[in-house]
């Protein structure tokens, strides 16, 4: 069974397509389910309380759980998701929650017309996926004035140098940071090693 010691292992883009293939089916029932998994839902309640309207990019959208915690908000916009892993795209299309999934890495400069007013992200930005290499193209897709609300574990917030790159970083205004507990009480009982994980999720405007 795949678990978060796999997912934090992966260390190329390879062994994450490999990795999210196999994990795609179970990946709701099992890990979301079984570890109380909030994190989706922690990012949809900051990007609601700040004021965020669409349309939307979720990135590393994975088998859609952000979307649907916006939708059960009550979110109206237009949401569009990318993810590097297409067996977890064809799981989030199965919600009905999208306007647009597209298979992309977000390290890369995104096949996207832009303009997104909103740009949220839960659970790629951790051990073993994405650094923070992956501003630019955010940023590039993102229009004037656009929100973002995005996920960082904890764990590689410094370590993976986010802490650097979002304090030097031109283009950005009103950096907030809010900490959350990834995971429910649930957890503790399935994998007591990750249960108390952390994540800042960051929250700031493009200028
Ligand atoms: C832990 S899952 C999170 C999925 C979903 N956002 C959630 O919170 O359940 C991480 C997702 O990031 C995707 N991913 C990893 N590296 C990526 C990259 N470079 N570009 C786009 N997506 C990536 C994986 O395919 C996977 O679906």
Known sequence: MTDLNDAFALRSPEDCLRLYRDWSRDYDAGFAAGM????????????????GVGPVLDVGAGTGLLAEALRGMGFPGEIDGIDLTPEMLARAGEKGVYRALVEADVTRALPLEGGYRGV????????????PEAFGP???????GALFALSINAGVYAAR???????GMEGITGLQLIEVEVYGPAAAARDA?????????????KV
């Open 36 to 51: 109380d998994y909030r994190l989706p839902a922690h990012v949809a309640a900051a990007f609601m309380a700040a004021g």
């Open 120 to 131: 949220v992200s839960s659970g790629t930005f951790t051990h073993g996926h994405v650094g």
């Open 138 to 144: 955010m940023l590039a897709v993102a229009a004037p």
């Open 161 to 167: 140098g986010f802490d650097v790159a979002l304090a």
């Open 193 to 205: 090693a990750h249960a108390a994980d952390r994540a800042l999720i960051a929250l700031f405007r």
